[in-house]
């Protein structure tokens, strides 16, 4: 998942472009899976035909999509919203180099709730969030998120 929290027009500026019938200023939450995301999510389909080193794409995911748009070469299922650009992998690169670039001038915050009970050994990740109860014991490695 790439935290987004932009507008689609501003969406077009990070990754060089594309065309859509969305609003562009409708705001983005996050980049997700089609699986996985949700009403004001963004999606992208990356497949290069039989060039692809990605699995191809089945159309019912896409129709079972709750993602506000989806970024791809060209639109696949009537009824959804496309950003049509050239190259998807391209614009997944921008995207996650401007993520990186967000990070490093406001480092995200690791939250850790009071009753959670966390072994000074654990090695617990930039961005990570720690919920209610939650044992961390010793030995774990939490990522950055």
Same mark, same amino acid.
């Given at each position: 998942?790439? =935290?987004?929290? @932009? $507008? =689609?027009? #501003?969406?077009?500026?990070?990754?060089?472009?594309?065309?859509? $019938? !969305?609003?562009?200023?409708?705001?983005?939450?996050?980049?997700?899976?089609?699986?996985?995301?949700?009403?004001?999510?963004?999606?992208?389909?990356?497949?290069?035909?039989? /060039?692809? !080193?990605?699995?191809?794409?089945?159309?019912?995911?896409? /129709?079972?999509? /709750?993602?506000?748009?989806?970024?791809?070469?060209? %639109?696949?299922?009537?009824?959804?919203?496309?950003?049509?650009?050239?190259? %998807?992998? &391209?614009?997944?690169?921008?995207?996650?180099?401007? #993520?990186?670039? #967000?990070? &490093?001038?406001? %480092? %995200? #915050?690791?939250?850790?709730? +009071?009753?959670? /009970? &966390? @072994? +000074?050994?654990?090695?617990?990740?930039?961005? !990570? +969030?720690?919920?209610?109860?939650?044992?961390?014991?010793?030995? =774990?490695?939490?990522?950055?998120?």
């Amino acid at each position: 998942m790439i =935290v987004l929290n @932009c $507008t =689609v027009a #501003q969406l077009c500026e990070i990754i060089g472009g594309g065309t859509s $019938t !969305v609003n562009f200023s409708l705001r983005l939450s996050a980049l997700r899976a089609l699986e996985y995301a949700e009403a004001t999510d963004l999606a992208i389909i990356i497949e290069h035909g039989n /060039r692809s !080193v990605f699995p191809a794409i089945d159309e019912q995911r896409i /129709r079972n999509s /709750r993602a506000m748009l989806i970024i791809a070469i060209a %639109p696949i299922v009537a009824g959804k919203n496309y950003l049509i650009i050239e190259d %998807p992998l &391209v614009a997944l690169e921008r995207l996650a180099a401007w #993520q990186q670039a #967000q990070w &490093v001038q406001h %480092p %995200p #915050q690791t939250v850790i709730d +009071s009753s959670a /009970r &966390v @072994c +000074s050994s654990a090695i617990i990740g930039r961005g !990570v +969030s720690i919920g209610q109860h939650t044992v961390i014991e010793s030995g =774990v490695v939490i990522g950055d998120n």
